[in-house]
């Protein structure tokens, strides 16, 4: 069993930065590619970033290209993803993610294992 936890989200003003990170249990977690999504109130999940498993290639979405960054760290199974100029439309319930089928690192039904979320919510 594959356990994802999230944390670092918060209460931020627009045009700051949060970090937040994913701890995962299970030894394979170096052979995964990771994904973070989020999802804002009243809004469908939407993609942020994925990073292959041996941190080599970098995927983002466009709403965050240029201002967020994820990141791994396989020898503590953990994966980050910092946020810099921050948005009030940033605001959300972020999720990470480990993705096991071949569906397209944006596509969330290629990923199995998910998170239970860390809200971050940016204020203007």
């Known amino acids: 069993q594959v356990q994802l936890v999230e944390s670092g989200g918060g209460l931020v003003q627009a045009g700051g930065s949060l970090r937040l990170s994913c701890a995962a249990s299970?030894?394979?977690?170096?052979?995964?590619?990771m994904g973070w999504f989020r999802q804002a109130a009243g809004k469908e999940r939407e993609f942020v970033a994925a990073?292959?498993?041996?941190?080599?290639?970098?995927y983002y979405g466009n709403s965050v290209k240029g201002r967020f960054t994820i990141s791994r760290a396989n020898a503590n199974n953990t994966v980050y993803l910092q946020m810099n100029s921050l948005k009030a439309e940033d605001t959300a319930v972020y999720y990470c993610?480990?993705?096991?089928?071949?569906?397209?690192?944006?596509?969330?039904?290629?990923?199995?294992?998910w998170g239970q979320g860390t809200q971050v919510t940016v204020s203007s």
């Open positions: 299970g030894r394979t977690f170096s052979t995964y590619t």
């Open positions: 993610a480990r993705q096991s089928y071949g569906l397209g690192t944006s596509n969330e039904r290629g990923y199995d294992y």
């Open positions: 990073i292959s498993w041996s941190g080599a290639i970098t």
